[in-house]
């Protein structure tokens, strides 16, 4: 056995980081317009540097911009395409014993990638990184999913097809564009897979207007065709969540509701799971994997600070190859540090000491 020389890699991590105070100080400022747009940059630049060099520090083979110069994991991308807009609600997302910031976003216009903020992000990280810079944007999935039929214009998509198409192009468009920029690892961040195994968001999906028996067809498609005309030296994965904002969830639930579509029909390089809790269920769900497909066990949590024996993270390592041959597993935290920029409970030694742990582990499961 042997390290991987192409992403995903043995030691990964999903991409967010925990914001430095001097950052969330400087993003403070900035909103109270005590600071300048370019004094910002001076403060993100400066401490995504940190971040990136940290990464390398540690012994990962990628690093991400740990998603400093965002908000939102998510609704930062879908606000920057064409037709779609972020606007203020009622009230936030409501995860177990904890509210998000009030903010959503909804379709009112046809559907266009023309360019994006991010692409001059990932630019950043590539010329400040002497490993593989690894991109995050949202899966498209994810914009339909928790925002439902209710947030797609009528007037402008009375047919739901046509809506999955245009989001489709839209994602060929973005993936062209960062592959121009230079990016060979972009990772699909989603909710919408995990989500749609829990009862309750279920339920939730049908008052959004939406149907989600037929959803995972649907997102198999979706994502399909998002992918199409990806150049063959590009790695493109996608990470599945269960909601990740101060260190609490919203579903609970096993893959199995969607397995079969997801580990057997979706065209994509590899899988990040979440396998950290007994909410996640067991990795039964990965005999449906077809194809030579990677997948990157979430084992490690990034919701609190302790540090998880190492022997029990390699025993489960162990029961997974039940499944999935050990050549084609990675190892990962099970989410990202910050998928918003409040950030998880836990403190940013915390943080690196878990990622250091994954690279030990990896070196030791696989060997250097």
Aim: hydrophobic content about 35%.
């Amino acid at each position: 056995m042997s390290q991987r020389t192409t992403p995903p890699f043995r030691a990964d991590h999903v991409g967010s980081l925990l914001r430095p105070a001097a950052l969330k100080a400087a993003r403070a400022a900035h909103a109270k317009e005590e600071i300048t747009d370019a004094q910002l940059k001076e403060v993100e630049d400066r401490e995504i540097e940190k971040a990136i060099r940290k990464q390398e520090e540690i012994g990962l083979k990628l690093a991400t911009d740990g998603e400093f110069r965002r908000s939102w994991w998510q609704f930062d991308f879908y606000k920057g395409l064409d037709g779609v807009e972020l606007y203020s609600t009622k009230e936030g997302i409501h995860f177990a014993g904890v509210d998000t910031k009030a903010e959503s976003v909804r379709v009112t216009g046809m559907v266009r990638f023309f360019g994006h903020p991010h692409i001059e992000h990932f630019k950043f990280l590539q010329a400040h990184t002497k490993v593989t810079p690894k991109m995050t944007i949202p899966a498209p999935s994810t914009l339909h999913f928790r925002q439902g039929r209710q947030s797609i214009s009528k007037d402008v998509y009375p047919d739901l097809d046509a809506y999955f198409d245009d989001v489709a192009v839209a994602y060929q468009d973005a993936i062209r564009a960062f592959y121009e920029a230079g990016c060979r690892y972009l990772q699909l961040d989603d909710t919408a897979w995990s989500m749609m195994c829990d009862p309750k968001q279920r339920e939730d999906s049908k008052k959004r207007g939406d149907d989600p028996d037929k959803l995972p067809r649907d997102y198999t498609s979706l994502t399909n065709k998002a992918l199409v005309g990806k150049p063959a030296d590009m790695v493109v994965t996608m990470h599945s969540c269960r909601g990740n904002f101060r260190s609490t969830f919203i579903a609970s639930g096993g893959y199995e509701f969607v397995a079969e579509e997801l580990f057997g029909n979706v065209n994509i390089d590899g899988y990040f799971l979440e396998f950290d809790t007994e909410r996640a269920g067991g990795f039964d769900v990965l005999r449906h994997l077809k194809g030579n497909k990677t997948v990157v066990l979430g084992l490690v949590t990034s919701k609190s600070g302790r540090l998880e024996p190492k022997d029990d993270i390699k025993r489960r390592i162990d029961e997974a190859t039940k499944y999935v041959p050990l050549e084609r597993l990675c190892l990962s935290p099970q989410c990202g540090f910050a998928s918003t920029e409040e950030g998880n409970v836990l403190a940013e030694d915390e943080q690196w000491a878990k990622l250091r742990m994954i690279v030990e582990l990896a070196d030791e499961v696989w060997g250097r």
